[in-house]
């Protein structure tokens, strides 16, 4: 069985004014690629220029972290939208830190939503096209979930997909992501058997076992939560194994 190529991005910028959410420093040594959050759910115009500065210091690729406007309830809080009204909030999240990249001589890399309207997007299509129509507008990939409208959408419009997966979340017995209001802790030695099974094996370690990939799957983006207790060990180890994986490809 061919092993897949991987990437590793992390969730970045999740603070407001004084406050901040996870060690972006530390984490963005350990990432390939960040996706940074647009005000709507977390940031503003200083964190969000802050982490720009960072991952151009890092060599890190920087994507946009669009949510649905729900600072309150960090964007992980279901919220009915129209596709049309849903693809205006994207463009004008996306557009703010176009500004912050251009400034700093950096490109946008891709677009993946935060939180519930990730889930919102992965289950309907007329939502998808038009999340995924935001990144044809951008030019750039969409990040989501392979197997889903994500997939789908991106391949009817013409979107390259960056297909992702959860080191720290968990998957139910169908195969469907598992989207908490708060991330509980995971055993370090549970992430390195799901990225192990992940990259080796293609399977998603479920709840009740195992499931294969999607077909068509072949380069994968594993996401590390930036608030998950004990996220920079997490990354790390996470990180070791892909260079591991991904070193044994140019074998």
């Not at 309907?124 to 997939?151: E, I, N, S, W, Y």
């Not at 979107?159 to 598992?178: H, Q, R």
């Not at 294969?212 to 799957?217: H, I, K, N, R, T």
Request: hydrophobic letters at 40%; charged letters at 20%; glycine letters at 8%.
């Amino acid at each position: 069985m061919n092993r897949l190529r991987a990437t590793v991005n992390c969730d970045m910028g999740e603070g407001f004014a004084l406050y901040k959410i996870g060690d972006d420093e530390s984490l963005m040594k350990t990432i390939h690629l960040a996706n940074v959050a647009c005000g709507f759910h977390a940031s503003d115009f200083s964190i969000m220029n802050e982490t720009v500065q960072l991952a151009k210091a890092n060599n890190v690729c920087v994507g946009a972290h669009p949510s649905l406007p729900d600072r309150q309830g960090w964007g992980r809080r279901e919220m009915a939208m129209e596709p049309d009204e849903l693809a205006s909030c994207f463009i004008y999240q996306i557009g703010a830190l176009t500004g912050f990249l251009k400034l700093h001589g950096l490109p946008l890399n891709h677009i993946k939503p935060h939180g519930a309207v990730y889930g919102m997007t992965a289950r309907d299509m007329a939502l998808a096209r038009a999340v995924v129509g935001t990144a044809k507008l951008f030019d750039v990939p969409f990040m989501g979930l392979a197997g889903t409208c994500h997939q789908a959408a991106a391949k009817e419009l013409g979107v390259p997909f960056i297909a992702e997966w959860f080191a720290d979340l968990d998957y139910s017995a169908e195969g469907k992501l598992i989207i908490t209001k708060k991330h509980d802790p995971v055993p370090a030695d549970a992430v390195r058997d799901r990225v192990n099974r992940l990259l080796q094996e293609q399977k998603i370690t479920t709840v009740s076992g195992a499931l294969p990939l999607p077909d068509g799957v072949d380069e994968v983006s594993i996401c590390c939560h930036s608030d998950t207790p004990g996220a920079v060990e997490i990354a790390q180890a996470v990180k070791a194994l892909v260079d591991e994986n991904n070193s044994k490809l140019t074998q």
